[in-house]
Nanobody, 119 residues
Framework: VQLQASGGGLVQPGGSLRLSCAASGSIFSINIMGWYRQAPGKQRELVASITSSGITNYADSVKGRFTISRDNAKNTVHLQMNTLKPEDTGVYYC??????????????WGQGTQVTVSS
């Protein structure tokens, strides 16, 4: 299963960005989709996740500013990021976990997309 992420870039504090991640390959079902980020010198951390039934989970630092959503028909997950802060800077990775079309399960990572919040 391959993931293709897009939407990163440079934005000023207070601005917005929308990240997208599309999964393709031998997919039977997707259970959970999520976004993680890794700032320089720090460990990768969960930003937000969403289950197949739409239950969301957010890191405390992004609650009220970020919104995760998914399009099950397109195997795509989005992260709308508003009121961005310099501390949101980092490489954002999408992660998708589910079942393969014929057998087995998978957990795949996207290639990472850079988000830089700076004036």
């Amino acid at each position: 299963v391959q993931l293709q992420a897009s939407g990163g870039g440079l934005v000023q504090p207070g601005g917005s960005l929308r990240l997208s991640c599309a999964a393709s390959g031998s997919i039977f079902s997707i259970n959970i989709m999520g976004w993680y980020r890794q700032a320089p010198g720090k460990q990768r951390e969960l930003v937000a996740s969403i289950t197949s039934s739409g239950i969301t989970n957010y890191a405390d630092s992004v609650k009220g500013r970020f919104t995760i959503s998914r399009d099950n028909a397109k195997n795509t997950v989005h992260l709308q990021m508003n009121t961005l802060k310099p501390e949101d800077t980092g490489v954002y990775y999408c992660n998708v976990a589910g079942s393969r079309r014929y057998s087995g399960v998978f957990s795949s990572w996207g290639q990472g997309t850079q988000v830089t919040v700076s004036s």
